[in-house]
């Protein structure tokens, strides 16, 4: 156990941590995003799939408890590497180097604090219900039409989609980094995976959104 802690205490520990689990994040997005887009199908569909991933409950809570654990530790390597990176800077800094250098990192902390908010709020949206108007337990389909028929609502979570995208896209670029895929011949099809990926995921649930906001879904 020593050597996880000694590991986790190094720079390439946090990144590899921050990885790991961003790559865990993502490949929930993704079923995540493939199951709700069933509220285009019909009730009945995304329903059935909600009480499908109910089943088991060790199933669930193994789930539960894995991205929960997952979602403290990336936070909590996030902000290590940020004092890391501010107490090693030097005063002379180039100003329009430490610009450039920071617009990204600062993007990626202040969208990561924003998607920290919003799933704190989703979960009480949608999975606790008591941040919801009229919440059920088993209908799943009437939650998210009756959930994004009020407007702020729906803006809110169309501006964390909006993070959503710019993290994903900056995130599973420098996983691979970090993991280790990082060649002038990869680069290229990293660079069209991260694009594809952070474009097609909050597309997906922003169609949702606009879906009950324009009537398609009701
Ligand atoms: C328009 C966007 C989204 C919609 C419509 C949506 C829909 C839902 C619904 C309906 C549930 C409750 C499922 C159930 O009770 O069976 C849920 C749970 C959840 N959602 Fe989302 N979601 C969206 C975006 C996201 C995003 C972007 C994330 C993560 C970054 C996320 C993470 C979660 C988590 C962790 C749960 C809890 C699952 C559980 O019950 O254990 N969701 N979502």
Excluded: C
């Amino acid at each position: 156990m020593q050597w996880i802690r000694r590991f986790y205490a190094s720079t390439i520990g946090k990144k590899v941590v921050m990885a790991v689990t961003g790559l865990l994040f993502t490949g929930f997005v993704v079923g995540h995003v493939s199951g709700n887009l069933l509220v285009y199908k019909s009730p009945q569909a995304l329903n059935a799939y909600a009480a499908f991933l109910k089943g088991s409950a060790v199933v669930l809570w193994g789930v539960r408890l894995t991205l929960l654990a997952s979602v403290a530790l990336h936070a909590h390597a996030a902000y290590s590497l940020t004092l890391v990176s501010r107490r090693a800077r030097p005063e002379s800094y180039d100003q329009l180097d430490r610009q450039a250098g920071t617009w990204s990192a600062r993007t990626m902390r202040w969208g990561g604090v924003l998607l920290l908010v919003f799933i704190v709020y989703h979960l009480l949206h949608f999975t606790v219900g008591s941040v919801h108007p009229s919440f059920s337990h088993t209908d799943v389909y009437t939650n998210v039409v009756t959930g994004f028929s009020v407007p702020a609502v729906a803006v809110f979570y169309i501006v964390a989609m909006l993070a959503l995208a710019i993290h994903l896209h900056h995130g599973v670029w420098s996983l691979f980094q970090t993991l280790g895929i990082n060649h002038p011949h990869t680069n290229r099809l990293r660079r069209v995976f991260a694009t594809l990926l952070a474009g097609l995921v909050p597309l997906g649930f922003v169609a949702i959104v606009l879906g009950v906001v324009l009537g398609w879904v009701h």
